[in-house]
Nanobody, 126 residues
């Protein structure tokens, strides 16, 4: 069974950067589209980025476009979310999740994703 584990979260000042990792075990991540989503206190979980199973397609939420980039390392069975110029509104628990619903594409809607990691806290504050 596929298991995902996020890491790399923490406390960062506004304008700072973080690189989140999503490490997979049990299955090859190349079989799945991977989505990143976040959930702030009192708010719905929202998709922020995704990458297709073959790495050829990525989408970013408009609110983070230009500040966030996702990529993958097949040898490490890991997907990354590079976040730059972080803002206080980026504060949330960040999750990665896997989906088999796509063929060489991906989507931001959280309903597409079945297997979820436990999340990692990102706090942007001075």
């Amino acid at each position: 069974q596929l298991q995902l584990a996020e890491s790399g979260g923490g406390l960062v000042q506004p304008g700072g950067s973080l690189r989140l990792s999503c490490a997979a075990s049990g299955h090859n991540l190349g079989e799945y589209a991977i989505g990143w989503s976040r959930q702030a206190p009192g708010k719905k979980r929202e998709g922020v980025a995704c990458i297709s199973a073959d790495g050829s397609d990525t989408f970013l939420r408009s609110a983070v476009n230009g500040r966030i980039r996702n990529d993958s390392d097949a040898a490490k069975n890991t997907v990354y979310l590079q976040m730059n110029n972080l803002e206080p509104d980026d504060t949330a628990v960040y999750y990665c999740a896997a989906s088999t619903a796509f063929s060489n594409s991906c989507g931001l809607s959280v309903e597409w994703y079945d297997d979820w990691g436990p999340g990692t806290q990102v706090t942007v504050s001075s």
